[in-house]
């Protein structure tokens, strides 16, 4: 903190020096013209009455002219006015001058941390990139993003996390050098600069690392551990191209080289390199993509069987969202999903896919229904159960139909609020399932909370039923718990007869996967529901027979 102090001064010293050595320079001429004319007026007045003064003393002669004698000690008076009027501005100056340097303390400050606010750390970056141009210095950018800050405010309140910056930036400060810029550019954003000789880039490196250790400490809150990680960017002056040489280009590349950090698994120092600035760019054109894709109607409905394991007979569909997108070709989820919920743009996908799922299966067999995913993002919007009650009306769709997916996630986010939204989306008729359980962490207990109708084991646990024990354990765990809360359970991810065998054991369990076919687009789906096969594809088992 003390370095930044230090560095914000600089930066704005040019124009403090030139505004307080105008004033007082001012007030220097006009003191100094005062005190001349007065010494002079002194002299000469003294001079006329000094002589009568000494002989009317002396006995000798009349005394001084009267007018004189005031007119002497009225310049005696002045003197003195004059002095102690001057030495009255000095100390008005001193004190003004201290209270703009607060004021321009905190107009380039963090209030919290003491460092650098995003605009002074941004000039102050300019004027040492200035200053590498000429010597054989290059500047490091650092940009430190804490990885979990925002579970630490919402778990343990604001004030923790107001005290878990503040312990960062003591940190900080204690890793880099005196000399470095540092700023705090964004809640929990931070960012230094610093010069370092480009030969030797280890002793970056080594402050890079003290940096991520340092953060990773624990920090004690009465009772509580808080622990929190941090994820940091590198990029150097010399990296930058020479036509594109400003302190927002370094920034901006020091940025993109800790967003690979963070996707790399965080808690990691990266330093920058073109192949990032691709990716990003990548990213970026896949976010407009998302952001346009949705009105011109790219993201489609494809839809996976499930089917009453003991039966063999269908009784619904999982929907699962594809991006049929014109640049990219067909799009996963798991690549569109997490990207949409981060711009904010999940809601709005969701709707769109849900709404054209719902026309499709207003088609199909009445007794069959649609499962839809839901992401633990739309479950923070208090208005997600009239939204979707809304598309159900729309559609003229019985609620009774409609199973919404959610994640074992969604229960560590806002438990009283997923429960009040799921609460009423049942009240009207909807049901509710527990997708990809077990991978989640979430308690027994927690459970209980929500109404959940059924729970559907993650696939990767089925999948490896056959060679792994442990899975086999764990499935047999998660239908007997089932069963026990009276809830009906779903197997994802049947690949092979042999895992579909084993899970027939299980009384009442429906399942899906690859082994009934891969999800189909609504076309495709109609064609074969209207070919009259109303139970699976062909019974997996049966056709082995
Ligand atoms: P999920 O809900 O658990 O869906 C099951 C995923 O497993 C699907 O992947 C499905 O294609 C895949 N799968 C099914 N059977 C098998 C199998 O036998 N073997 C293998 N290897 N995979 C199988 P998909 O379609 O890529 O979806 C991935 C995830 O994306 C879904 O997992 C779901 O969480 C999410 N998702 C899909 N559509 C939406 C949506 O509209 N909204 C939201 N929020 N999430 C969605
Ligand atoms: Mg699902
Ligand atoms: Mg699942």
């Known amino acids: 903190m003390g370095g930044s102090a230090v560095s914000a001064h600089g930066i704005n010293s040019m124009f403090w020096n030139t505004t307080q050595d105008n004033t007082r320079r001012q007030i220097d001429i006009v003191a100094l013209g005062i005190v001349t004319a007065s010494i002079l007026l002194f002299v000469a007045v003294g001079s006329a009455i000094g002589p009568s003064v000494v002989r009317s003393l002396s006995g000798g002669g009349p005394g001084p002219n009267a007018f004189l004698l005031n007119a002497f000690l009225l310049n005696i008076a002045i003197i003195i006015f004059g002095w102690s009027r001057y030495r ?14 607060e004021a321009l303390r905190m107009a380039s400050t963090d209030a919290m941390t003491g460092f650098l606010n995003r605009r002074s750390f941004d000039a102050g970056v300019a004027a040492l990139l200035a200053q590498t141009a000429a010597g054989n210095r290059s500047l490091a950018l650092v940009m430190i993003d804490l990885d979990n800050f925002k579970q630490v405010n919402d778990y343990n309140g604001h004030a923790v996390g107001d005290l878990l910056l503040r312990e960062c930036a003591r940190r900080m400060t204690a890793v880099f050098p005196a000399n470095a810029l540092i700023g705090r550019i964004g809640g929990d954003e931070f960012a230094a600069a610093l010069l370092f000789d480009p030969r030797r880039p280890g002793t970056m490196e080594r402050t890079a690392t003290a940096l991520v250790t340092a953060i990773a400490q624990p920090l004690q809150v ?49 330093w920058f390199e073109p192949h990032m600035a691709d990716e990003m ?64 743009a999940i809601g709005d996908l969701s709707q769109s896919v849900i709404a054209q799922a719902l026309e499709d299966a207003r088609t199909w067999d009445s007794k069959l229904t649609l499962a839809v995913n839901i992401s633990p993002v739309q479950l923070r919007d208090p208005w997600f159960a009239q939204k979707l009650l809304h598309l159900l009306v729309d559609a003229n769709f019985p609620p009774q139909r409609l199973e919404i997916e959610i994640t074992e996630s969604c229960l560590h986010d806002n438990l009283a609020q997923v429960s009040a939204i799921v609460t009423s989306l049942k009240n009207q008729g909807v049901c509710v399932s527990l997708d990809d359980f077990g ?51 779903t197997a994802e991810g049947i690949e092979t007869q042999d895992v579909l065998e084993h899970l027939r054991q299980f009384a009442g369990i429906t ?32 056709r082995r027979a």
């Open 281 to 344: 760019r990548f990213r970026s054109e896949l976010e407009q993509g998302i952001r346009e894709g949705i009105g011109r109607g790219e993201f489609v409905p494809f839809y996976e069987q499930q089917i009453d394991l003991m039966t063999g007979e269908l009784t619904g569909f999982e929907m699962l969202a594809r991006w049929d997108s014109p640049q990219f070709g067909l799009i996963a989820p798991d690549i569109f999903i997490p990207v949409a919920e981060e711009i904010g």
């Open 511 to 542: 399942g899906q996967g690859y082994l009934y076919g891969r999800p189909r687009r609504a076309h495709e789906l109609s064609d074969w529901l209207e070919s009259g096969k109303p139970d699976a594809d062909e019974d997996p088992l049966a």
């Open 88 to 101: 009255e501005l000095c100390a008005e100056i001193a004190a003004r001058r201290q209270a703009e340097r």
């Open 222 to 270: 009465g009772d509580v551990f808080i622990d929190t990680t941090a994820s940091v960017g590198l990029a150097r002056s010399d990296q930058l191209e020479a036509d594109h040489r400003d302190a927002a280009a370094l920034l901006d590349m020091a940025d993109v080289a800790m967003y690979h950090a963070k996707r790399q698994g965080r808690n990691a120092y990266a």
């Open 439 to 489: 991978t989640g962490y979430s308690s027994i207990g927690q459970l209980r909370h929500i109404p959940f109708d059924r729970i559907k084991i993650d696939r990767s646990f089925v999948s490896r039923l056959i060679e792994d024990k442990d899975s086999a354990a764990i499935v047999r765990a998660i239908a007997v718990l089932g069963e026990g809360l009276d809830m009906p359970v």
